[in-house]
Each structure stands twice: as C-alpha cells, then as structure tokens.
C-alpha cells in the first residue's frame, strides 16, 4: 500500500493558525470521515483542545528562545546568568568612594630658621583603616599612606600648626590624600575536606560589594580571578633596595614596584538568582605534579607508519581536568574569607562628614624618647573635603543588560590605540603615574629595496608607545625606569599576544611667548598686562597640552583680546629656548619653518610644547596707540 505524502504546516504560531489548519486538514484528508465543523460539535472541540496545546508549547518554545538571548531576555535571572557568560561581574549594591585628607602632627626639630619637621615621627599609616561618615556609615582606606614620601604623584602638603612662647615652631601639620571605599567588614570561615574539582561555597550576606582577602590556614592566600583559566595576578611589592636595589632610587616617585604573579590558587565569583555570593574554585584535585597526571607530547606518536609511539601509557581523558590549568580545590584547609557588605545610595556622604576613625594601624618601628610617640599617633586625623559619590541601588534588568554588552565590546582588551591611552592613565598611581600618553603605528625599513636609504613601510605587528612623566615642579621628563617597568607590566596584562609595544619617551620642545597689548583708555595697563600674562599661563599649563598638539596662534590672539582692558595684539611670538645651563630640555626647534598659516606645528617624531618657566618665559608689553 503506498503512503500519500500529506502537506503538514510547520508555520503556525498562534491558537488561530492552528485551529484553521486543523480544520483545512481534516476536509483534504479526511473528508468521508468527518464532515461537521460547527463549534459545538465533538469533533471541534478536539480540534480547538489541541491547537490549544499547540499555542501553549509554541508560546514556550519561543519565550525559551528568547531567554537564550541577551538582547531579548526578560527574566531577571537570564539577564543574570547571560550577563556572566559574557564575561561581566554583575553587583548588587555599588559603594561611595571619595578622596580623604589624612592628617597627623610632626615635632619639630632644631629652632628658628633652623627649624624643619623631624621625619623621623612620620607615620606609616597601613590601608584597610575603618572610617565612619554620615548616618554611621563606614568607610576603609585603600592605599597605605607613608608621611615620609613626597613626591609628584603623592604630593605631601606641610605647614606651621603650633609655635611655642619664644615664637619657635613646635609642631608641623602633615597633609595627604587617600582614596576611601564605603562598606562593613565582615570575616567568614569555611572548613575543607577531600578535594572535589569546581567545589563552591556561598556567602550567606545579600549585599556583598567585594572579596577583600581570602587566606588558608596554612598561610596561603587564595585570590580572585575573572576566570579561572587565568593564573596570573597584578601583586605590588615594596620598592626598598631589599626588593630591588637598582629601582629603589626612584622610590620617592614610584614607591611599588609592579610585578605578574602566578597563582594555582584562585577563585571566581557569581552572583546568584537569590543576591548571594557564590565562590567558585579550581579543578587541580590531586596532589601529583601536573606532568604526572597527563603525558608529555614529545613522547607521544601519532600512529602513523613513520612515527612511533614512544609510550604505551594509557592516558585518561579526565586527568586533564584534575591539573592545575583551572586553578587548585581546596583540601583539608579551613579558610577565612573577608569581604565588605553595604553600598547604595545611603553611602552617598556629604562634605566634612568622614571625621571619625574606628581603628587604624602603623607600619612602623619609631621608638624615640623626644616627643611621646602614642601622642603624635593620637593626632592622626581625617576629613572628606568633597563628597563620597558612586553609591547606588542594585541594577535594574535593562541597565544590566546594557552593561553586559558594552563589558563584553570591550574585553578588557587594549585593542586600539585610545584603549592603550586609557590603560596608562588607568595604572594605580602608587606604580608611578603616566602625565602623557600617544600612541602610533611602528615604522621600519624595507628590507626589498635595494637603494639606500631604504623606504620606510608600516610594522603592522608593531605600536610605538610615547610617554612622559611629571617632576616635583610638574615639568616633563622622560619615564624613569622603575616607572617603565611597572607600566610594562601592567600593559602586558591587557596586551593582544600579536601586538608588540615599543615604549619611548616624546620629545619636549621648550617655547616663550612674547606679546604686545595696547591697553583700552582709562585702564590701568599693568593690570591688563598681569590679566593677559595670567591667561597664558592657564592655557599653557601642562595639564593642557598633549602629545603632537600644534599651537594656533589665531586663536591664542583672540583669547588675549577677549582679555578685560585689551584694545588689540598687536605682536604675538612663540620663541624657543634650548640653553641646557639654564634647565631646559636642550632639543632645538626651527619655530619660523615649523609654523604654517599662523600654525605651529611640533616635529615629525612625537613631541610636545612645554613653557618650563612660566614666570620668565611669558614676556608682555605694553605699547600705545
């Protein structure tokens, strides 16, 4: 008997489409058998029951489809658990940070002009100090703060605080900055037994803002990771000549020297469909050294004829899951974990309100007679002169979402040129800090070309890094070398395998500025001179400029006229001062040639303007009419 090919429609959608096509199937197949298709009749109701049915699962097949993509999901938990697949560490509540003046009292030593700080009184104050702000809440110190370094980027601010009967100085105020994140410590201990690859752990807090330190028993410390693939870690150590003792020299400008460290164990968090914190651990289950659990390729032929197999070890699939590629599981230890709880917008303080501190801790060894060391620690105080901002509500479904994707666009890759720029500027500045970044494609010679001087084509592969720093006086020099090697290694970490970085440092062209102004009648014209002298000097401030940034005169013309009592400009020059004997950079730069329809352009290597002495090399006058 031969089978007809019915036509089945695998198009319908909805409880209509369904109950149509049943009907229209019925009457093309089945047309002797069933011929009524009024609504009450038996027939129609299971027609409709099962296009009921039908509606229902095509309903759930779609929504379960829809949950699969992010850009589409609505459930809180899809959005969740796709958010972090796609690599994004999703929070609930985000906490309030500020910068906090820390203050303490130093004795002085010697008297009258003689008089100068004793440093040997200066604290070194260790970071996870407890501050407590408005409505109770409570702030910790993130840095450590070391009194006895000043330098550009941890400037130290000095002044008089207390002078005894003959006038003498007694005490100096000491004054710095320290960055401070909302949030309660709280301190958890979990027992281990036998080893199980993946194993987890949940923290029982809801709102739990970050994992502070996570330590053994045995005195291992176990850290956090993005994933657990990665078994590299940033870790700072001390730049003291016991760490390093050709880096310890630039201590005062880079006081942490920036190193990779390998780490077997770590960890990765997830946040639940409950709001609680979930720990994830590595695989490494067995304590045998990893070439023992999995063969060495040398030692393995593929089969072929012409290559033997030099081993005959069974090798089983799963051991590869026992190493250590994904981190250790941990075995028989108890650890205690410490992680800060709060956030929101509650955290958000106003200004003056950081003034009380719970409990605080020193880095140090002063044991002097001279002045009572438990008084000048006493003096040690704090105050938020700005704000703390940044505390907000758990994300709602669209703001996660959107967050995601753009976490997921970016990678936590320096893919271009301005992801690079962007990385400098990011370093933590206790590594040293970057004042100017620019980034190009490298250049090299044309190994083909036969004639000399070789062409010079692109280096695809290549990206030519120019750098420069601040000094105490906020000019530019070069990077110093521990500051070249922190920011080697901290780029190394976001560096694509393919990209190499060539780091070197810009050139500084020193300029001067020479103007006449004529004076509006009935001004005063020294004050008019000081008005335009004072704007030159905002406009050329170092912050301002950048690498490869030419100079439009036109421009610069125009603000000096828009200065208050200006008439006109009549003469505007950009010099350039190259003499070494008098602390310039020493590079000589043709201005005349260089400058082009009242632009001057730097030089064709990356290079940037700089007036090194603003109050001399700013030269005004005034001419009349």
């Known amino acids: 008997m031969e089978l007809i090919k019915k036509d089945v429609k695998y198009l319908n959608k909805d409880f209509g489409q369904f109950r149509q096509n049943l ?27 099962a296009s009921y049915v039908g509606d229902v699962l095509s309903f759930y097949s779609d929504q379960s489809f829809k949950e699969n993509l992010l850009s589409s999901a609505q459930e809180n938990s899809s959005v969740l658990q796709l958010a972090q697949l796609f690599g994004f560490k999703s929070k609930l509540n985000s906490p309030a940070n500020c910068m906090v003046d820390i203050f303490q009292l130093i004795p002085a030593i010697g008297s009258g002009a003689n008089a100068k700080p004793d440093y040997r009184y200066a604290l070194n104050v260790n970071e996870g100090a407890r501050l407590v702000g ?11 703060v070391d009194f006895n370094v000043d330098s550009s980027n941890d400037p130290l601010d000095v002044s008089v605080y207390e002078l005894d009967a003959d006038g003498n100085v007694q005490y100096y105020l000491f004054k710095k900055q320290v960055p401070v994140k909302s949030g309660e410590i709280v301190t958890s201990t979990y027992s281990f037994g036998d080893p199980k690859a993946y194993d987890k752990i949940t923290l029982p807090d809801t709102n739990i803002i970050d994992i502070v330190s996570m330590i053994d028993n045995r005195g291992n410390e176990w850290h956090e990771v993005d994933y657990l693939a990665q078994d590299t870690i940033f870790n700072d150590i001390l730049n003291i000549k016991f760490n390093d003792e050709v880096l310890a020299e630039y201590k005062s400008t880079v006081p942490y020297i920036l190193k990779l460290k390998r780490t077997p164990r770590r960890f990765i968090t997830r946040l639940r469909d409950d709001n609680k914190t979930e720990l994830v651990f590595g695989s490494g289950i067995s304590s045998d050294a990893d070439e023992e659990l999995i063969p060495n390729p040398k030692n393995v032929g593929m089969g072929l004829e012409y290559l033997n197999r030099t081993t005959t070890t069974s090798v089983d699939p799963t051991n590869f899951l026992k190493t250590r590629t994904y981190g250790l599981a941990p075995d028989n230890i108890v650890l205690t974990i410490t992680y800060t709880v709060g956030g929101g917008i509650k955290d958000n303080v106003v200004v003056n309100s950081i003034n009380t501190i719970d409990t605080i801790s020193y880095n140090d060894s002063i044991n002097y007679t001279g002045v009572d060391l ?3 620690k006493s003096t040690v105080a704090v105050n938020n002169p700005v704000p703390a901002v940044g505390g907000l509500e758990k994300q709602d479904i669209e703001s996660l979402r ?4 753009a976490s997921f666009a970016a990678q936590n890759r320096a893919i271009t040129r301005e992801d690079y720029i962007v990385r400098c500027y990011s370093m933590p500045k206790k590594f040293g800090s970057v004042a100017k970044a620019y980034v190009i494609g490298d250049s090299q010679q044309d190994s083909s070309d036969v004639s000399y001087p070789r062409e010079t084509i692109s280096n695809p592969m290549a990206l030519n890094l120019y750098t420069l ?3 105490n006086e906020k000019r530019f020099v070069p990077l110093n070398v521990a500051l070249r090697q922190n920011l080697r290694t901290y780029l190394s970490n976001f560096r694509m395998l393919t990209d190499a970085l060539n780091i070197k440092s810009a050139h500084v062209i020193n300029i001067g500025i020479n103007f006449e102004i004529i004076p509006l009648p009935r001004y005063n014209s020294n004050e008019v001179l000081l008005r335009c002298i004072d704007l030159l000097k905002r406009l050329f401030e170092n912050d301002s400029m950048q690498i490869n940034m030419p100079l439009n005169i036109s421009n610069l013309v125009t603000e000096v ?10 003469k505007f020059e950009i010099v350039n001062f190259y003499d070494l004997t008098k602390g310039y950079v020493g590079n000589l730069y043709d201005i005349e040639t260089a400058t082009k329809n009242n632009i001057v352009y730097p030089s064709l290597d990356p290079s940037i303007f ?3 002495f603003p109050n001399s090399d700013i030269k005004g006058k005034v001419i009349s009419n």
């Not at 006229?561 to 009549?570: A, F, I, L, M, R």
Request: charged residues 25%; aromatic residues 14%; proline residues 5%.
């Open 561 to 570: 006229d828009k200065t208050e009592g200006v008439q006109s400009v009549p």
């Open 402 to 405: 959107q967050s995601a994707m």
């Open 23 to 49: 009907i229209n199937f019925a009457k093309n197949y089945f047309p002797d058998t069933y011929a009524d298709f009024n609504e009450t009749s038996p027939g129609m109701m299971f027609i409709e029951m």
């Open 469 to 471: 720093a601040y000094d």
């Open 610 to 612: 700089e007036i090194r």
């Open 134 to 144: 408005g409505n109770n809440t409570l702030f910790r110190t993130l840095e450590n």
């Open 374 to 376: 438990d008084y000048v």
